[in-house]
């Protein structure tokens, strides 16, 4: 009696699961002491997507990791810049006072007071009418910033005064470039004593020095004396360029300023009074 189609259809199927079973039996074999095929074929597809994991993982973490590594850097760097730029302050000013103080004791006395006077600031504006008359500053009120508080450059020459107005947290600096500008200075060598004023171009000139006054030559330093109680003494200031009389009462004395307009990012307030300075 021959088998009807549903029959025919559920021996095929079970044809079909003994093969396949007898086939899953034979691949999971062991050949001696090597790994099933099983086992073999699972690991050939399956170990490339594995590798891949791994070395994206790798990646991730050499990223993550050097990411931190530089971040760290980078903050260490700005922590070496900041006390470079204090070091540098501290090292000028006190080599500028030697001019007219005596004494080691004094000055390792003074050495904590100066780095609490510095404030570190950037320069974020100039003068639009003219950039040699003045500066702003991204430090103000909040800041403890005031009036008439004398302001050097990161090497510490001097750059000039805060004025008014000061806002929250940005003060104004009256360069010493400034046509308007008056600083008591006084030559390294023979000790000329005048009054700095800027030319608005950039240069400077010592006014009120009489003709009959004896000394001052050319290339000499000047520093700040301190006798106008705004600027402390013995800050660099600049180097006489020119000298020369023309006949009238006073000398022609042109100066060349230290500090430079390309190196004018950062600057130092130095916040402490005059009176409470010296």
């Not at 002491?33 to 994206?56: D, G």
């Not at 000061?166 to 308007?180: G, H, N, R, S």
């Amino acid at each position: 009696m021959p088998f009807s189609l549903s029959e025919r259809k559920n021996v095929v199927v079970l044809a079909v699961l003994v093969f396949l079973n007898l086939l899953l039996i034979s691949i999971q074999v062991p050949l001696g002491s090597e790994h099933t095929l099983f086992n073999k074929i699972i690991f050939s597809v399956f170990s490339p997507v594995q590798r891949a994991v791994v070395s994206a993982g790798a990646a991730v973490s050499e990223t993550w990791n050097g990411f931190f590594h530089l971040r760290g850097v980078r903050i260490e760097n700005q922590k070496l810049k900041k006390d470079i730029f204090f070091l540098r302050q501290e090292n000028m000013l006190l080599l500028d006072r030697l001019k007219f103080l005596q004494g080691d004791k004094l000055i390792q006395d003074n050495q904590a007071a100066i780095r609490k006077t510095v404030l570190s600031a950037r320069v974020i504006g100039v003068d639009a009418s003219n950039y040699y008359k003045s500066i702003v500053i991204n430090r103000g009120g909040a800041d403890g910033v005031k009036a008439n508080m004398a302001v050097c450059d990161k090497h510490g020459n001097l750059v000039g005064r805060v004025i008014e107005p000061v806002a929250f947290k940005e003060a104004k600096v009256q360069l010493i470039t400034d046509e308007d500008s008056s600083v008591s200075v006084i030559s390294g060598t023979d000790k000329v004593v005048g009054l700095l004023s800027g030319d608005s171009r950039g240069s400077c000139r010592i006014r009120y020095v009489v003709t009959t006054t004896p000394g001052g030559q050319e290339g000499e330093d000047l520093f700040t004396t301190g006798y106008d109680k705004l600027f402390p003494p013995g800050i660099r200031v600049g180097k006489i360029t020119v000298i020369k009389t023309d006949g009238s009462f006073f000398k022609t004395i042109l100066v060349r300023p230290f500090f430079s307009y390309g190196d004018l990012d950062q600057v130092a307030v130095l916040k402490e009074r005059f009176e409470d300075l010296f």
